[in-house]
Antibody, heavy 118, light 113 residues
Framework: QVQLLQWGAGLLKPSETLSLTCAVY????????WSWIRQPPGKGLEWIGE???????NYNPSLKSRVTIPVDTSKKQFFLKMSSVTAADTAIYYC????????????WGQGTMVTVSS | DIVMTQSPDSLAVSLGERATINCKSS????????????LAWYQQKPGQPPKLLIY???TRESGVPDRFSGAGSGTDFTLTISSLQAEDVAVYYC??????????FGPGTKVDI
């Protein structure tokens, strides 16, 4: 049973860098794309970007200038780095696996609430 | 970007009754070369991450009860819960993955009893 466990700092000040980690347990890391998705409180879902085991990335153009998604294949972990955060970046951040049979998201992390406040 | 819209914003259905949620995409998500609609449905309960219910517009994910069904093609889709159970109270989202890798979601529909 594949599980995603995520963690990272939950309270940031404006202009700081958001940093989250997602670890994959119980399954293969290679052969999949791995995504980050966020959800502002009480609102809908926004895809941030993705990476595969070889480091190939794709980003949402609206966030591309501030986001990087590195990977550590040896630890089966991938990361989210978002620079220059503002209050608008306050959200629950999820990591997720891209489904092999389609491009939907079939397995999700538990979510990390990140609040940006001075 | 492909913009996804959903209707209604919320609905209340009696236990055992049918619930129908609509999803519309701003352009077709039907890929002509394989005749597949690049659309998924998710269920999100309070305090939980979304759960994949349906992909390819009508294929149920493993373990999803058969009271959930998806239909539609091109730009118009529906998610139907044939007989609402108490545990189905949630927000439901549609998502297109046609314009990979720019995935976009609908705004969600809240289902209550």
């Amino acid at each position: 049973q594949v599980q995603l466990l995520q963690w990272g700092a939950g309270l940031l000040k404006p202009s700081e860098t958001l940093s989250l980690t997602c670890a994959v347990y119980g399954g293969s890391f290679s052969g999949y794309y791995w995504s980050w998705i966020r959800q502002p409180p009480g609102k809908g879902l926004e895809w941030i970007g993705e990476i595969n085991h070889s480091g190939s990335t794709n980003y949402n153009p609206s966030l591309k200038s501030r986001v990087t998604i590195p990977v550590d294949t040896s630890k089966k972990q991938f990361f989210l780095k978002m620079s220059s955060v503002t209050a608008a970046d306050t959200a629950i951040y999820y990591c997720a696996r891209v489904h092999l049979a389609s491009n939907a998201f079939d397995i999700w992390g538990q979510g990390t609430m990140v609040t940006v406040s001075s | 970007d492909i913009v996804m819209t959903q209707s209604p914003d919320s609905l209340a259905v009696s236990l055992g009754e049918r619930a129908t949620i609509n999803c519309k995409s701003s352009q077709s998500v039907l890929y002509s070369s394989n005749n597949k609609n690049y659309l998924a449905w998710y269920q999100q309960k309070p305090g939980q991450p979304p759960k994949l219910l349906i992909y390819w517009a009508s294929t149920r994910e493993s373990g999803v009860p058969d009271r959930f069904s998806g239909a539609g093609s091109g730009t118009d889709f529906t998610l139907t819960i044939s007989s609402l159970q108490a545990e189905d109270v949630a927000v439901y989202y549609c998502q297109q993955y046609y314009s990979t890798p720019l995935f976009t979601f609908g705004p969600g529909t809240k289902v209550d009893i």
